[in-house]
């Protein structure tokens, strides 16, 4: 859906009036799972809760990387065998403020799957 939407910005003359939806997708999950009875077992996963936590904790680990200077995570971080902690270059803090703001636009799109997965469910009760 993002790739649509920035295909919509991308190729239209009027970009700020274009508006992309993609609801049906969402409204057809919700009639399967109210035609089927699954809706309880479907909130018992709490699938928005998980993926959203998912999405939340990759944007926080990169943003701890994204900031110049600031040695690297995990083992190539360590002060091993009296090396010097490795800093992040510029190139990959551009790379990593990259992965950061897509991240984000998942995020964000989840959210707007929420809402619209809510209203439909609300629609069809």
Do not use: P
């Amino acid at each position: 859906m993002l790739e649509g939407k920035d295909k919509i910005l991308k190729r239209s003359r009027d970009a700020v009036n274009a508006i992309f939806t993609d609801d049906g997708f969402v409204l057809g999950v919700a009639y399967i799972l109210k035609v089927l009875g699954q809706e309880t077992q479907f909130d018992s996963l709490h699938w928005f809760t998980s993926a959203t936590q998912h999405f939340k904790k990759k944007i926080f680990h990169l943003e701890g990387d994204t900031e110049a200077g600031q040695t690297r995570g995990g083992l190539s971080g360590l002060n091993l065998w009296n090396q010097k902690n490795l800093t992040v270059s510029n190139e990959e803090t551009q790379n990593l403020k990259t992965d950061v703001r897509q991240l984000q636009k998942y995020l964000a799109e989840l959210e707007l799957i929420q809402f619209g997965f809510v209203c439909a469910r609300t629609f069809l009760y």
